[in-house]
C-alpha cells in the first residue's frame, strides 16, 4: 500500500473515534470558558497538552483551589497508561527516525492506539505503516482542538448544555476501544477491578478515586497474570 493510501485509510479509520470525541471536546471548551480560561488558554492547553482526561482534570483541580503537585501528581498517574502503550506499540516503530517516533508519540491517546494497534493485529509490519498511524492522529487531533475551540466560542450561549448527555459519546467511545481489547481473563479482571473502585471512590477529592481504580486495576491484571497462564478468550487450554 501506498503511503497516500495508508494516510486516507488512517483518516477514514478514525471517524467512528470523532463521534466520540467531537461532543467531549466541545465540553472541555465549555468548562474551560466558564473555568476562567481565556480562548488562546483553552485551544492551547487542547494543541499541547492533548489529553482529554487530563485536561478535565486539570479544570476541575483548578476549581478546587487544588495546589501545582496536586496537579501534576494527579495527571501524571492518570496519563501512566500510556507508557503501556508506547510499549505496546515500540516495535512497530524502533526502525523510524526520531523525528517520526517523537510526533508519533505526541499524537498518541487512547482513541489513536485504538484504531493503530487493530490495523497492526491485523496487518502485522506493514511497510510505511507509519503513515497509517498518522493519517488517524491527524484526524483525531484536528478533531479535538476544533471540537475545543468550538466549545469556547459558542458553548456557553447554549442554556443547560450538561442536560444534553454528550458526555455519553464519550463513554460510549472509550467501552468501544476497551471491550475489543479484553482477550484473557487478567484483562477482564483488571478492567471490572478498575470500574468496581472507580465506582466505590467515585467522592473522593482531587479525582483520588481515578489514581485509586487505575492501580487496583493494574495490580489485579499482573496477579492473576502471574498466577496462571494467560488464556485467551474463545481458546482451549491443551
Same mark, same amino acid.
Given at each position: 500500500m501506498s503511503r497516500s493510501h495508508l494516510f486516507y485509510r488512517g483518516l477514514r479509520d478514525s471517524v467512528p473515534m470523532q463521534v466520540g470525541i467531537a461532543p467531549f471536546g466541545i465540553i472541555f471548551g465549555t468548562l474551560a470558558g466558564v473555568g476562567g480560561l481565556s480562548l488562546l488558554q483553552a485551544v492551547g492547553m487542547s494543541a499541547l497538552v492533548y489529553a482529554g482526561s487530563a485536561q478535565f482534570i486539570v479544570i476541575s483541580l483548578l476549581g478546587s483551589g487544588a495546589s501545582a503537585a496536586v496537579i501534576l501528581l494527579t495527571t501524571l498517574i492518570v496519563?501512566?497508561?500510556h507508557v503501556l502503550y508506547s510499549a505496546t506499540l515500540q516495535p512497530h516503530v524502533s526502525a523510524l527516525p526520531q523525528r517520526w517516533r517523537l510526533l508519533l508519540a505526541f499524537w498518541l491517546t487512547d482513541e489513536?492506539? /485504538?484504531?493503530v494497534q487493530?490495523?497492526?493485529r491485523v496487518h502485522g509490519r506493514t511497510p510505511q505503516a507509519h503513515w497509517y498511524w498518522l493519517g488517524v492522529a491527524t484526524a483525531l487531533y484536528a478533531c479535538w482542538v476544533g471540537s475545543s475551540l468550538v466549545g469556547v466560542l459558542f458553548g456557553q450561549a447554549v442554556p443547560?448544555?450538561?442536560?444534553?448527555?454528550?458526555?455519553?459519546?464519550?463513554?460510549?467511545?472509550?467501552?468501544?476501544? *476497551? *471491550?475489543?481489547?479484553?482477550r484473557n481473563r487478567p484483562q477482564i479482571?483488571? /478492567?471490572? *477491578?478498575? /470500574?468496581a *473502585?472507580?465506582?466505590l471512590t467515585y467522592d473522593l477529592p482531587y479525582k483520588l478515586g481515578l489514581m485509586a481504580a487505575a492501580f487496583s486495576g493494574i495490580v489485579a491484571g499482573v496477579v492473576l497474570e502471574r498466577r496462571r497462564p494467560v488464556t485467551?478468550?474463545?481458546e482451549v487450554q491443551s
Open positions: 496519563n501512566l497508561r489513536t492506539f /485504538a484504531v487493530r490495523f497492526y443547560d448544555m450538561a442536560s444534553w448527555g454528550l458526555e455519553f459519546a464519550m463513554l460510549a467511545t472509550f467501552i468501544g476501544i *476497551v *471491550v475489543p481489547m479484553l479482571a483488571a /478492567a471490572l *477491578v478498575a /470500574a *473502585v472507580a465506582l485467551t478468550i474463545g
